[in-house]
């Protein structure tokens, strides 16, 4: 297949680091995707949020669109 096929996405956005009030739960989130981590988190470990402004989707060869980060977002509920 040709990459030009393929579908792939490309993330825009801004990357800051966790405050000390939000790193319990940035390492509790962590954890529940990669419990096997544990024993590393407690060397030389930073937590980042990458605060999302667009993407690009490409789904293939000429079928493109632009996504806005607010629709991106999680919802409550």
Same mark, same amino acid.
């Given at each position: !297949?040709?990459?030009? #096929?393929? *579908?792939?996405?490309? &993330?825009?956005?801004? +990357? *800051?680091? &966790?405050?000390? @009030? =939000?790193?319990? #739960? /940035?390492? =509790? /989130?962590?954890?529940?995707v990669h419990p096997?981590? /544990?024993?590393?988190? *407690?060397?030389?470990? +930073?937590?980042?949020?990458?605060? &999302?402004? @667009?993407?690009?989707? &490409?789904?293939?060869?000429?079928? !493109? @669109?632009?996504?806005?980060? /607010?629709?991106?977002?999680?919802? =409550?509920?």
């Amino acid at each position: !297949m040709s990459p030009l #096929a393929s *579908e792939r996405v490309t &993330v825009l956005g801004d +990357v *800051e680091r &966790v405050g000390p @009030s =939000d790193i319990g #739960a /940035a390492r =509790d /989130a962590y954890l529940q995707v990669h419990p096997e981590a /544990a024993r590393y988190l *407690e060397l030389d470990f +930073v937590f980042y949020r990458l605060c &999302v402004r @667009s993407a690009r989707y &490409v789904g293939g060869f000429g079928r !493109m @669109s632009w996504l806005d980060g /607010a629709s991106l977002a999680p919802r =409550d509920g």
